[in-house]
């Protein structure tokens, strides 16, 4: 299979250095420092996929995906950007047709991600439509085959119906791609928004609280480093095994609940909606799942600093939190900066341990 071709667009030479580096081990990339000499590429020669800095002198990010969209709309577009102006997002979606978000400051592994991901998105849509096409085609080789030939009907139905659940079987796997992190087989960011956005209308309905456990690998980077980026892989696999409830992992004795809803976030970073549990519960659960990651022996772990692989885990709770998803996210999130400054492989918890902090570099 090709190697993805991918162009990298922005006047910063060291982000420049370091989105390419994030992407080079998968595909080949082409830089540009400006939209013009961008546009030059793009008429010479074709990419899978265009990352643009939003605000650059000369040509936006928008107005230059907005070419990219004309000149090769197949390529998947990609707008990196520290802007929430909403007028500069609904330009970038009603002009350029960008397929993704990225904010600054960027982080390398949720960029990585985010990208092939969005590669392999844009590769099952061609697929399907492609299967579309193929579908009608025999379609309507079977309607002309009907009216020649009455004999073959049977066979001819058999046919339809075989095509039919072959394409079901297609959409079906596409509908779940669509909701699941490629990697860890855990829900991913998008399907997490949906669910959290649920169970707090439910909980806003029937007057239950809601838990969320925010956590992120702690020296990942370091991990990366010295055992290679697909031991990195197997470690988030490994993790995620453990969220779910650890069923296969007998040395593991944290034990979730089917109820419980737990995602990837992006990169190295994991939350768990905990439904109807106040904020003692989702304490203990979040202590226990703290505990069985550093009990786990992971491949590697010897190399961390601390002698073993460790999260930081950051928990806050709906209403008695926060009444907002946004709110929830960010003091759950807020909570693990809190723990990784205390020492890391530690729970913070909101109301308790610290008020609103910035995040560390």
Wanted: proline residues 4%.
């Amino acid at each position: 299979m090709e190697r993805p071709r991918i162009l990298l667009v922005d006047d910063d030479e060291d982000i420049l250095k370091m989105l390419k580096t994030a992407l080079s081990k998968d595909c080949d990339i082409t830089t540009a420092p400006d939209g013009s000499k961008a546009l030059d590429a793009v008429r010479g020669q074709t990419f899978d996929a265009v990352v643009a800095d939003h605000m650059m002198p000369g040509l936006t990010g928008v107005e230059l995906l907005t070419q990219v969209a004309e000149l090769q709309p197949q390529s998947v577009r990609v707008l990196v950007t520290a802007s929430e102006r909403v007028e500069d997002l609904r330009g970038a979606v009603n002009q350029a047709r960008v397929h993704r978000f990225v904010n600054k400051p960027v982080r390398v592994m949720e960029f990585r991600g985010m990208v092939m991901d969005a590669l392999t998105a844009h590769q099952l849509a061609h697929e399907n439509q492609r299967l579309l096409v193929e579908l009608k085609d025999k379609n309507d080789q079977l309607v002309r085959a009907l009216g020649m030939v009455q004999d073959h009907e049977r066979k001819l139905e058999r046919e339809v119906e075989e095509r039919t659940r072959e394409l079901k079987v297609a959409m079906a796997e596409l509908e779940k791609l669509a909701l699941r992190d490629g990697l860890t087989g855990l829900y991913n960011h998008r399907f997490f928004q949906e669910a959290l956005t649920q169970e707090l209308s439910r909980a806003s309905r029937h007057h239950h609280p809601v838990g969320l456990i925010f956590m992120d690998v702690d020296h990942f980077k370091n991990y990366n480093d010295l055992n290679g980026h697909p031991a990195g892989d197997v470690l988030l696999k490994e993790l995620a095994r453990i969220l779910v409830d650890g069923v296969d992992l007998p040395e593991i004795q944290f034990r979730g609940r089917v109820s419980d809803i737990a995602a990837r976030y992006g990169g190295e970073e994991f939350v768990v909606i905990l439904p109807q549990t106040p904020k003692d519960g989702a304490v203990i659960r979040a202590e226990r799942l703290r505990t069985a990651v550093a009990a786990y022996n992971f491949t590697g772990g010897a190399t961390q600093p601390n002698g073993r692989v460790t999260i930081s885990v950051g928990v806050a709770c709906y209403p008695d939190d926060a009444i907002t998803k946004a709110d929830l996210v960010t003091q759950a999130d807020q909570m693990v900066y809190r723990s990784k400054r205390s020492g890391r492989d530690r729970v913070s918890v909101w109301g308790r341990d610290a008020v609103m902090e910035k995040p560390s570099t």
